[in-house]
């Protein structure tokens, strides 16, 4: 019997037919079609397909009596109500490590771009401003870069790093014993007061939001970048703007906003700032990579065994 997939967020064309041609579809992408669908088709739900953001609530997983698998398309489930889902007997997973590369080579692509002024630049030369008239901004050879978050894509985000010849630390709740030479710091601004630029690729959720504040931006200092492709909710967004407009840093590059979807307008307006809209593990691979990850976690649960990405 085919299954009935409940999905909560949006997918191309080319990866959903992977799960058309496995379950029977309902496709809410918003909160409106997510509302019709519940209220017309929860008793028929065994799988959902949320991420990180969107969620799903204990309410929700009370209404869906034969919800068996609740999963996260990427590596974050701040939003999921995994104890709720657990109280019920109901299977959780993520899709961890399947877009880990995208994300750690889009840290590098925001990291060079602000560092190095890319932006501005290409708007110089639509000027009609020349190299001479421009001031010279930093390599990253020798650089100190600071990760608060040496997790799977921490990890990675430091390694391409250290090939650019930056020296890394971190900041954890504890030290990692896979972080080879990378200095540890047990407090964010700590890291910041030692490093040159920041990134941030720590879990979202209450635990650490805020990570980056006021006092954080403070301690990185007038010749610091920021870099978040981890949550909105990980820096102050009003301490950013704040920082950046008085010159106590010198750039921020976001690819996610406490605002989202809504772009951070206090930001839209600083020359300094660059803005992707959350897509920093969005690629043709990436996606399709977490699509055939849930698709194997759900036959899993099928035949009795063990989920590949277990939260």
Known sequence: MTETLLLLVPIAAEHKALLLARFNVIDAPDAAARAAALAAHAGEIDLVLTNGSVGFTAAEIAVCPKLKLLAAQGAGYENLDVAAARARGVAVCNGAGTNDDCVADHALALLLASVRALPQQGAAVRAGVWR???????????????????????????????????????????????????????????????ADDLVVATPGGAA???????????????????????????????????????????????????????????LLGLPNVILTPHIAGWSPQSIRATVENFIANADALRRGEALLTPL
Not at 156 to 173: D, E, L, Q, T
């Open 132 to 194: 001479d008239a421009l001031p010279l901004y930093p390599h990253f050879g020798g650089r100190r870069l600071g990760v608060i978050g040496l997790g799977a894509i921490g990890r990675k985000i430091a390694a391409r790093a250290a090939a650019f010849g930056m020296v890394i630390g971190y900041h954890n709740r504890r030290p990692r014993a896979d972080a080879g030479d990378a200095a540890y710091f047990d407090r964010a601004v700590a890291l910041a007061a030692w």
């Open 208 to 266: 650490t939001r805020h990570v980056v504040d006021a006092e954080v931006l403070a301690a990185l200092g007038a010749g610091g970048h920021v870099v978040n492709i981890a949550r909105g909710s990980c820096i102050d967004t009003a301490a950013l703007a704040a920082a950046l407009l008085a010159g106590r840093i010198a750039g921020a590059a976001l690819d996610v906003y406490e605002s989202e979807p809504q772009p951070p307008l206090a």
